[in-house]
């Protein structure tokens, strides 16, 4: 997954403002206790990223 297609899905989710709040300040588990920006700093792939925030915020099938 690109990030460009990474960031629609996350803005399409949460809405365009807040979808950069959350990746800047949720803490995710599984993520290792990291956020979305600094699991994808650390080099995670942005697929992986988004299956667990689809995991942990419970998004509908169809945003998947």
């Known amino acids: 997954m690109r990030l460009t297609d990474f960031w629609q899905r996350m803005?399409?989710?949460?809405?365009?403002?807040?979808?950069?709040?959350?990746a800047r300040d949720h803490?995710?588990?599984g993520l290792g206790?990291?956020?979305v920006y600094e699991a994808l700093d650390?080099?995670?792939?942005?697929k992986d990223v988004w299956r667990v925030v689809c995991v942990t915020m419970d998004v509908p099938q169809h945003l998947r």
């Open 11 to 22: 803005a399409e989710h949460f809405g365009p403002a807040y979808a950069d709040s959350f």
């Open 33 to 35: 206790g990291r956020t």
């Open 27 to 29: 803490v995710m588990s």
């Open 42 to 46: 650390a080099g995670w792939d942005a």
